[in-house]
T-cell receptor
């Protein structure tokens, strides 16, 4: 079965600093990969997705992620964090040919210091 | 606007009581999902349905039941057999291998 690991439970960055959130997956083939963001008490909003092709994908709100097959990673990055980026971030993996059933990581809580 | 509506936003359950969480979508998606979210555990799949009148258990189905009589509706019942129901419940829908869309969740607590 596939699995997703987000090794950082909490991350604190200063506003204006760069950000990288880590995500590693375990799956035999190339999965579909997603990053979602959740504000407190809200549902999840899609930031970006990777299906195939260019391994650097751009998303909303200035986020990007890079798929590295050799490292089984799909890390999320932002060059300059804004205070409104404080939220919880989830990495998810879907099976090729498996419809869109997803497996989620445990999430990374981002705090932004002003 | 197309989207997913979950109701109620907050729900309280008494001991021995069954409660039902509503999820409605107008995105014309074939698949619908129920997740449970607990702090530090991410999202865990309870049940999912790929088509009307059919559904499958997810990873933590015990103590829950669902129905899928209409394409747009996928209610979740938390039964009295679920001994630890306090959590945030999220409903999602999807089509093919496109990203899932999520509702705003229902927070269930025990009285």
């Amino acid at each position: 079965a596939q699995s997703v690991t987000q090794p950082d439970i909490h991350i604190t960055v200063s506003e204006g600093a760069s950000l990288e959130l880590r995500c590693n997956y375990s799956y035999g083939a190339t999965p579909y990969l997603f990053w979602y963001v959740q504000s407190p008490g809200q549902g999840l909003q899609l930031l970006l997705k990777y299906f195939s092709g260019d391994t650097l994908v751009q998303g909303i709100k200035g986020f990007e992620a890079e798929f590295k097959r050799s490292q089984s990673s799909f890390n999320l990055r932002k060059p300059s964090v804004h205070w409104s980026d404080a939220a919880e971030y989830f990495c998810a993996v879907g099976l090729t040919g498996g419809g869109n059933k997803l497996t989620f990581g445990t999430g990374t809580q981002l705090k932004v210091e002003l | 606007d197309g989207g997913i509506t979950q109701s109620p936003k907050y729900l309280f359950r008494k001991e021995g009581q069954n409660v039902t969480l509503s999820c409605e979508q107008n995105l014309n998606h074939d698949a619908m999902y129920w997740y449970r979210q607990d702090p530090g555990q991410g999202l865990r799949l309870i049940y999912y349905s790929q088509i009307v009148n059919d559904f499958q258990k997810g990873d933590i189905a015990e103590g829950y039941s669902v129905s899928r009589e209409k394409k747009e509706s996928f209610p979740l019942t938390v039964t009295s057999a679920q001994k630890n129901p306090t959590a945030f419940y999220l409903c999602a829908s999807g089509q093919g291998e496109q990203p899932q869309h999520f509702g705003d969740g229902t927070r269930l607590s025990i009285l």
